[in-house]
C-alpha cells in the first residue's frame, strides 16, 4: 500500500499546480484531486512529470453536489448533464492518466423514488466503467455519512455491496473513505472486511474533527490491520483538513505510516 496526498485539502496554501512538487517533497508516493478541472490537463499533466507522481485518483464533475444539490449521477432529469460530465472526465483523464476515477452517487434528488435514483446511478455507473475501461482506469463508488452530507444516497458499506452487484461491471470497485464511516458510528474494520476484496480505494481522516491522523480517536492501527487482513492492494490517501497549522506541520504521521505500510 502507497500513500497519496489529496490535493484539494492538503496543501492549499499553494495554487494546486504547485501542490503536487509540495507532495512530492514531504514524501508521499502520489497524488489524488476531488476537481481538477479548473486546471488546464497539460498543466496538471506536465506538474505531474515535473514531480514524478502519479495521479491516484479523480472526481467525475458532479454538478451542483458541492453547492448543495443533488448532483447528476443518480437524477434521471439530469441524465445530458451526467453525460457531458462523463464526456469532460474522459477527454482531461486521457490526458493526465488517473489511476481511477470516483463517480459520486449524490443525493437523493427532490420527487424521485429512491429506486429510481438507485437505477439511474447503476445504470451511469456501467456507462462510466464501460467508458473507463477504454483507457484502462478504475472507476470507483463512494458511501459517504448522511451528518456531513445530508440526503446523500449512499452511506454504508451494505449499501455500496447492493449498488455493485446491481451494476455487475468488472471495471467497477468501492471507494471506502474510513472517516466517513467513523462519523456514522460504524465498527471501521468491520466495514473493512465486509467490503473486503470490492475495495478499489481507501481514503482517511481521523474522527471526531476530520484531521490527521493522531488528532482524534479512530483506531488506525485496527485499521490497517483489516486491510491487509483482506489483501487490499491499493492506495491509501490522506483526504484531512490540515487546519491552522499548515499541511507540513501535520505530516508528523507520515513516516511511520509509510512504514506500516510498507
Known amino acids: 500500500m502507497k500513500i497519496a496526498a489529496?490535493?484539494?485539502?492538503?496543501?492549499?496554501?499553494?495554487p494546486l499546480a504547485e501542490r503536487v512538487l509540495a507532495a512530492r517533497v514531504a514524501g508521499?508516493?502520489?497524488?489524488?484531486?476531488?476537481?481538477?478541472?479548473?486546471?488546464?490537463?497539460?498543466?496538471?499533466?506536465?506538474a505531474l512529470e515535473r514531480a514524478g507522481l502519479p495521479l491516484v485518483l479523480i472526481n467525475l464533475p458532479a454538478g451542483d453536489l458541492m453547492s448543495g444539490g443533488p448532483g447528476v449521477a443518480a437524477v434521471p432529469q439530469h441524465q445530458a448533464a451526467f453525460d457531458v460530465a462523463l464526456e469532460e472526465a474522459l477527454t482531461y483523464a486521457a490526458m493526465t492518466r488517473p489511476a481511477q476515477i470516483n463517480v459520486l452517487p449524490g443525493r437523493l434528488a427532490d420527487g424521485v423514488a429512491r429506486e429510481t435514483a438507485l437505477a439511474t446511478l447503476a445504470g451511469n455507473l456501467r456507462k462510466a466503467a464501460d467508458a473507463f475501461a477504454v483507457l484502462g482506469i478504475g472507476v470507483r463508488c463512494e458511501a459517504i455519512?448522511?451528518?456531513?452530507?445530508?440526503?446523500?444516497?449512499?452511506?454504508?458499506p451494505q449499501q455500496l455491496i447492493e449498488l455493485l452487484?446491481?451494476?455487475?461491471?468488472?471495471?467497477?470497485?468501492?471507494?471506502?473513505?474510513l472517516y466517513h464511516m467513523a462519523r456514522q458510528g460504524l465498527d471501521v474494520p468491520a466495514c473493512i472486511r465486509q467490503l473486503g476484496p470490492r475495495i478499489g480505494h481507501v481514503q482517511f481522516a481521523d474522527?471526531?474533527?476530520?484531521?490527521?491522523?493522531?488528532?482524534?480517536?479512530?483506531?488506525?492501527?485496527?485499521?490497517?490491520?483489516?486491510?491487509?487482513?483482506v489483501g487490499y492492494p491499493g492506495w491509501l490517501a490522506a483526504e484531512y483538513r490540515p487546519g491552522?497549522?499548515?499541511?507540513?506541520?501535520?505530516l508528523g504521521w507520515l513516516a511511520n505510516w509509510k512504514g506500516a505500510a510498507a
Open 145 to 156: 455519512n448522511p451528518l456531513d452530507m445530508p440526503g446523500f444516497l449512499i452511506n454504508t
Open 207 to 229: 474522527y471526531p474533527g476530520r484531521g490527521a491522523p493522531g488528532s482524534g480517536e479512530l483506531d488506525f492501527a485496527a485499521c490497517l490491520a483489516a486491510l491487509r487482513e
Open 28 to 46: 508521499f508516493d502520489g497524488v489524488e484531486i476531488q476537481f481538477p478541472y479548473e486546471l488546464p490537463a497539460i498543466v496538471l499533466k506536465e
Open 6 to 14: 489529496n490535493l484539494s485539502l492538503l496543501f492549499t496554501e499553494k
Open 165 to 177: 452487484d446491481a451494476v455487475n461491471h468488472p471495471n467497477l470497485k468501492a471507494q471506502l473513505d
Open 244 to 250: 491552522e497549522q499548515g499541511t507540513p506541520a501535520s
